[in-house]
């Protein structure tokens, strides 16, 4: 029996226009880029212990757009590094590193 990986393989996971060497590439700079903002947001709640940090706060304190910040808090919850709480500040909710998460403060 042949194994479904080889019968229909995974595309590339870059999203660029296929056939432009100028777009894949861009998309590979993203994409290290993306590591990178993943990181310095990872830090930075961290860094904030268990008073946590909002996406506006992320977004001051790094000088990043919402959008960068969104998408890198959302892959940062979801690989459990980082956890949403209950708690709000102003509109936003707070979010803390997965350390300080029970804490009395978060």
Partial sequence: MTDQATLFPLSDPLL???G?????DAARDFAKR????????GLYVLG???FGATYTEIMAGLNL????????L??????????RT????????????????????A
């Fill in 65 to 72: 757009c919402s959008g960068s910040v969104c998408a890198r």
């Fill in 74 to 83: 959302h892959e940062l919850v979801k690989s459990g590094d980082v956890v």
């Fill in 16 to 18: 660029y226009q296929r």
């Fill in 20 to 24: 432009s060497a100028t777009s894949k």
């Fill in 34 to 41: 993306a590591r990178t903002i993943r990181e310095m947001v």
């Fill in 86 to 105: 209950a708690r709000r500040r102003g509109k936003s909710g707070v979010v803390v590193n997965k350390r300080f998460y029970g804490t009395a403060a």
């Fill in 48 to 50: 904030r212990g268990s």
